[in-house]
């Protein structure tokens, strides 16, 4: 998703506790006002579990 930046991932999962499912993502997004495009990415993921911010960043960014 090229309008999508690391960084503002990095934004909207701050103060995220890992291990973390799909649904808890959404919630700290949406609580740490991300973007629309950030929260519908974050809630269109294939996996539910994920052990911290780099396999968000993955699932993300590499499908």
Same mark, same amino acid.
């Given at each position: 998703? +090229?309008?999508?930046?690391?960084? !503002?991932? *990095?934004? +909207?999962?701050?103060?995220? !506790?890992?291990? +973390? !499912? =799909? %649904?808890?993502? $959404?919630?700290?997004? =949406?609580? @740490?006002? +991300?973007?629309? %495009?950030? $929260?519908?990415?974050? !809630?269109?993921?294939?996996? @539910?579990?994920?052990? /911290?911010? @780099?396999? $968000? *960043?993955?699932? $993300?960014? @590499? /499908?």
């Amino acid at each position: 998703m +090229a309008d999508l930046s690391p960084i !503002d991932l *990095q934004k +909207a999962l701050s103060g995220m !506790d890992y291990p +973390a !499912d =799909r %649904k808890s993502l $959404v919630d700290c997004a =949406r609580k @740490n006002k +991300a973007d629309d %495009k950030v $929260v519908s990415r974050l !809630d269109g993921l294939e996996e @539910n579990s994920f052990d /911290g911010p @780099n396999e $968000v *960043q993955k699932a $993300v960014f @590499n /499908g």
